[in-house]
């Protein structure tokens, strides 16, 4: 009994200290976002304000169109994630459940776009949306991000773990291919769909190297690119980019609190069928 309280008291402690490190950088920057510019770059640093600056929040709408970059990047966000549920959803299916010719060798060609990193695609994309007139624009930021090969790759493994019989029976009663898809595999591939929309939101959230490049009016911008230009190359106000930054991540926070079983629920399940 001793070794056992022993045991669950080293591991509180482990999972107490594991609380702090992630939590401490938080509390650093809301802190941060209430100081005077003088005191963010007082050597040696202070933890707590002298005076509490809340204006610092005030500052963020005067400095930006904080209310337009936050709507652009939910539009975004729900743009892309809701396109990557659909057609990533389509191809997993037709890769798990269809049989045709080639089918291991184009999901082969798929898996191979994963090796390949984000930003070799960039100037082709760049070359695309200028020519098709999207620079600045909503559809410029989310088309790009509609299908994702890693998406695709997570729900096949779902779709191939589902049972056979269901489906087959499905077709017994004259069901077709899209019917079976749309009232069978969705519903039971549903853990897959929250992971994948888990990871497209939070991605699509904090993307900033795509939309630095086709956004360059302020209107236009999501907010991660807004903060980026918080950013002087001599001088950088850090209380009104903490601030920004807090307000930024406001959201997530909230859709996580309120959700945080499904996430739980999502993750869990990617990982045991993965």
């Not at 022993?6 to 938080?26: E, K, Q, Y």
């Not at 510019?37 to 904080?66: C, I, K």
């Not at 926070?253 to 309120?258: C, N």
Request: hydrophobic share 55%; aromatic share 12%.
């Amino acid at each position: 009994m001793r070794d056992r309280n022993a045991g669950s008291v080293a591991t509180h402690a482990v999972l107490a200290t594991g609380a702090l490190v992630m939590v401490g950088p938080f509390v650093w920057q809301l802190l941060t976002s209430v100081k005077t510019f003088s005191e963010t770059t007082r050597v040696p640093l202070t933890l707590l304000p002298q005076q509490w600056q809340w204006g610092n929040y005030g500052r963020v709408f005067d400095v930006l169109p904080f209310q337009q970059m936050l709507l652009n990047t939910v539009l975004m966000a729900a743009g892309r994630t809701l396109a990557q549920l659909v057609l990533c959803s389509l191809a997993a299916y037709a890769f798990a459940r269809m049989r045709f010719r080639g089918n291991s060798l184009l999901f082969g060609l798929f898996l191979s776009v994963l090796m390949v990193p984000s930003q070799l695609f960039l100037i082709p994309q760049y070359v695309i949306i200028q020519d098709l007139g999207w620079v600045n624009t909503l559809q410029g930021l989310i088309v790009p991000g509609m299908f994702s090969a890693f998406g695709t790759f997570l729900l096949r493994q779902f779709f191939l773990a589902l049972p056979r019989d269901i489906e087959e029976a499905a077709r017994l009663d004259g069901a077709n291919p899209l019917r079976v898809y749309w009232h069978i595999a969705l519903p039971l591939a549903r853990p897959g769909l929250i992971a994948l929309t888990i990871l497209t939101a939070l991605w699509s959230w904090n993307d900033l190297m795509y939309p630095l490049v086709v956004t360059t009016d302020p209107s236009s911008m999501p907010l991660s690119v807004g903060l980026a230009t918080l950013q002087g190359e001599h001088f950088t106000d850090y209380s009104m980019l903490m601030a920004g930054s807090i307000m930024a991540t406001a959201p997530m926070i909230v859709a996580f609190v309120l959700l945080q079983r499904h996430f739980v629920q999502g993750i869990a399940f990617t990982g045991s069928k993965g």
